[in-house]
């Protein structure tokens, strides 16, 4: 080999080395995917995104309707991550599904009102009203401890945080207590005498918790919703900066000045 073929050989070997060593950095620029219900949860993200951005993090969102699909993807890995829960939803389908996911980063609190088309306080309902619950056992619990919390019921001792209709001791107005998905209980209103809402889903139904409410949670509570990723992932620096970039001055900031107090920031 004379001296121009060794010249040709080792700059080809340098190129073939520079190839290797760029490759990672374009698999950095791949999305995270980020699931998330409608509403504020998508909302809030389109801004960590813009924020994240500044620190070379590119986010995909990706919305669904209901609280299921989101921790469903996020275990098959057709998901990076998700926010859209609060922590004991999260524990609840890590124990009952046997997913692989942990809580990283705490987001914001949706406080849970009861609503009413019909009745302007819950001291108007009548004996066997309707009222509408959360039918997933996280939140249908903690809306039957609004309930109970408004003196409208009293649970079992050890019901918890899971209590359901079963855990029901006393019912003094016999109401009938009727579980229905989240996402549809804003449009069941018409055909109740009241419910139990999330924040996030009152909020997209254009309900105003401090005007439409007639029964808000209190502020401090075990339900602030939370950021998940495979337990696999979640020491990988992306994850460090999605956690950096939502709990952001302008993060919280614009959680701030568009949701007023129906959001609640609980970082």
């Given at each position: 080999m004379n001296r121009r073929q060794l010249v040709n050989?080792?700059?080809?070997?340098?190129?073939?080395?520079?190839?290797?060593?760029?490759a990672p950095a374009f698999a950095q620029d791949k999305p995270i995917k980020i699931g998330a219900t409608g509403g504020p949860h998508a909302q809030i993200l389109e801004v960590v995104k813009k924020v994240a951005a500044k620190d070379g993090l590119n986010i995909q969102i990706v919305e669904f309707s209901d609280?299921?699909?989101?921790?469903?993807?996020?275990?098959?890995?057709?998901?990076?991550?998700?926010?859209?829960?609060?922590?004991?939803?999260?524990?609840?389908?890590i124990k009952d599904r046997g997913y692989k996911l942990v809580n990283v980063g705490y987001t914001i609190t949706f406080p849970m009102g009861v609503?009413?088309?019909?009745?302007?306080?819950?001291?108007?309902?009548?004996?066997?009203?309707?009222?509408?619950?959360?039918?997933?056992?996280?939140?249908?619990?903690?809306?039957?401890?609004?309930?109970?919390?408004?003196?409208?019921l009293?649970?079992?001792?050890?019901?918890?945080?899971?209590?359901?209709?079963?855990?029901?001791?006393?019912?003094?107005?016999?109401?009938?207590?009727?579980?229905?998905?989240?996402?549809?209980?804003?449009?069941?209103l018409d055909d109740l005498d009241a419910a139990a809402i999330n924040g996030n889903y009152a909020e997209s139904a254009g309900l105003d918790p401090t005007k439409d409410g007639i029964a808000i949670e209190g502020a401090k509570g075990p339900y602030a919703n939370v950021i998940a990723v495979?337990?696999?992932?979640?020491?990988?620096?992306w994850v460090a900066k999605l956690i950096k970039a939502y709990h952001s001055p302008e993060v919280k900031q614009y959680v701030l000045t568009q949701f007023k107090s129906s959001v609640i920031p609980a970082w």
């Amino acid at each position: 080999m004379n001296r121009r073929q060794l010249v040709n050989f080792f700059a080809g070997l340098s190129v073939i080395a520079s190839l290797g060593t760029t490759a990672p950095a374009f698999a950095q620029d791949k999305p995270i995917k980020i699931g998330a219900t409608g509403g504020p949860h998508a909302q809030i993200l389109e801004v960590v995104k813009k924020v994240a951005a500044k620190d070379g993090l590119n986010i995909q969102i990706v919305e669904f309707s209901d609280y299921v699909q989101p921790n469903a993807a996020l275990a098959a890995g057709d998901l990076d991550a998700n926010s859209y829960q609060h922590l004991p939803y999260l524990e609840a389908q890590i124990k009952d599904r046997g997913y692989k996911l942990v809580n990283v980063g705490y987001t914001i609190t949706f406080p849970m009102g009861v609503y009413s088309k019909k009745i302007k306080s819950l001291k108007d309902l009548k004996n066997g009203a309707r009222v509408g619950i959360p039918n997933d056992p996280t939140n249908g619990g903690r809306a039957l401890l609004l309930l109970q919390a408004q003196g409208l019921l009293k649970l079992k001792a050890d019901a918890g945080l899971k209590a359901t209709p079963l855990d029901i001791a006393d019912n003094p107005k016999k109401l009938k207590i009727v579980e229905i998905d989240a996402a549809q209980l804003p449009r069941s209103l018409d055909d109740l005498d009241a419910a139990a809402i999330n924040g996030n889903y009152a909020e997209s139904a254009g309900l105003d918790p401090t005007k439409d409410g007639i029964a808000i949670e209190g502020a401090k509570g075990p339900y602030a919703n939370v950021i998940a990723v495979r337990t696999a992932d979640k020491d990988k620096p992306w994850v460090a900066k999605l956690i950096k970039a939502y709990h952001s001055p302008e993060v919280k900031q614009y959680v701030l000045t568009q949701f007023k107090s129906s959001v609640i920031p609980a970082w």
